[in-house]
């Protein structure tokens, strides 16, 4: 995945780098379903490759959006963690969520935690952006 400038546009970068079908999928899973691990990333419902996977969660550290360090509790796995970067993607991904729930054909549950989020406005989002860095930021 290539994040290479195509202007100065503060849309046009962010899209160049979260704009493909994956990337807000797999920020989505560390926000939302706690994942941190690859396998984890793996057995999502959309089913993104391991080629893919590996592909933009390095774009992902490259670009400062999430750290990845060894896993003390099994020395083969990496944990994944979000940065404050990464962090402060949670509002796009509330808009991102209301708007699904609004305009597509969403599943009932996961609309109503989109709905809930969204209606909690700025201080629900500062409430939960708190609990990730208490969970990502060590």
Avoid at 13 to 24: M, P, Y
Avoid at 78 to 107: C, M, N, Q
Wanted: net charge neutral; charged share 30%.
């Amino acid at each position: 995945m290539s994040t290479r400038e195509r202007s100065g546009c503060p849309i046009s970068l962010s899209l160049e780098l979260l704009g493909d079908r994956w990337t807000l999928l797999i920020i989505r899973d560390l926000v939302f379903a706690g994942k941190k691990h690859f396998r984890e990333f793996l057995q999502s419902d959309e089913g993104i490759s391991s080629r893919t996977l590996a592909e933009r969660l390095q774009t992902l550290q490259d670009e400062g959006i999430l750290t990845r360090s060894d896993d003390p509790s099994h020395g083969l796995k990496a944990i994944y963690r979000l940065t404050e970067a990464g962090i402060d993607l949670l509002p796009v991904l509330a808009t991102f969520g209301a708007w699904g729930s609004k305009h597509r054909k969403a599943d009932g549950h996961l609309a109503r935690i989109a709905d809930e989020l969204a209606a909690g406005g700025a201080p629900a989002l500062e409430r939960r952006k708190a609990a990730l860095r208490a969970e990502h930021i060590v």
